[in-house]
């Protein structure tokens, strides 16, 4: 199960990254929520899918970044390239 929430996160980040970015930088969103309100910055620092909190969040790129923690968001709007797909 474990493995299959893996793969099904990399295939919706991936496909987030790369069909917009086709279309002139623009983020992929679900409902104005940036990669369907997973945490971008979890998936480096744990290696796994982790969804955020509607506490922590960070407007970038006319989405919605949604985080599990207000470190990860701070980190995010630091550097935002370094995180998004």
């Known amino acids: 199960?474990?493995?299959l929430l893996k793969t099904v996160f990399l295939v919706l980040f991936?496909?987030?990254g790369t069909a917009p970015a086709l279309a002139g930088d623009q983020i992929f969103t679900s409902w104005g929520k940036a990669i369907r309100s997973y945490d971008p910055v979890a998936y480096f620092i744990e290696g796994k899918p982790v969804e955020g909190d509607s506490d922590f969040t960070h407007r970038w790129m006319d989405a919605k970044w949604y985080f599990a923690s207000?470190?990860?968001r701070d980190a995010?709007?630091?550097d935002p390239e370094r995180y998004a797909p």
């Open 70 to 72: 207000a470190a990860n």
């Open 76 to 78: 995010f709007a630091k």
């Open 14 to 16: 991936i496909a987030g």
């Open 1 to 3: 199960m474990r493995h």
